[in-house]
């Protein structure tokens, strides 16, 4: 049997955590943006804990590799090739949670599981993607100075801000910690936070 698609995307969100984070984020109610959307995980936590709606944007269009688990919902749309800060202006929302582009790297290595069932190498799976030029995967610090200041901005919109700050361990790389040097944070759920 063959994998899922959205299972190639470079940057994959666990499910189970983002399902888990959504529930104790408190989204009963509210529009939500996830301006990085990707294969839809966050957009589908957030129609799953109750959100009214649901807005998901990526600066990539994902469309082929979506989660199936979207045929699920129907409370969200979905946008392509809209720029993030571009997507917070356009699109009205009351909540932004979201996954951050990965600043370290676009993912050279692929798990087990890829190579079983897609039979290909991590090489190949970075290979396998020409990302839009304003794309911020793997671009380091203009990624962290970007997701800082669109940040910034919905904090000063009043919205509250939901964001999975990941480690990548493999580069030494933090969201949580670089958010602490920029803002208030609270844990809601392992490396989910709502930044205040």
Known sequence: ???????????????????????????????????FAGTGTLVYAAARAGARFVVGSDIEDWSEYLRPQLSEVQNFAL????????????????????????????????????VRDFGISGS??????????????????????YVVRLIRYELEQGRRVVVHAFRDSGRDFDWKK???????????YDDYVEVV
């Open 1 to 35: 049997m063959v994998a899922a698609l959205y299972r190639l995307h470079p940057q994959q969100t666990s499910l189970r955590d983002a399902l888990r984070a959504a529930e104790l984020a408190g989204l009963d109610g509210q529009v939500v943006l996830d301006p």
């Open 79 to 114: 946008y392509w090739r809209v720029d993030a800060m571009h997507a917070v202006k356009r699109f009205e929302h009351d909540v932004l949670f979201t996954d951050p582009p990965n600043p370290a790297r676009v993912d050279g290595s692929a798990p087990i599981s890829l």
């Open 124 to 145: 190949q799976l970075k290979s396998m993607f020409s990302f839009n030029e304003r794309n911020l995967m793997g671009r380091e610090w203009v990624t962290v100075t």
């Open 178 to 188: 670089i958010l602490r040097r920029h803002f208030h944070v609270r844990t809601i």
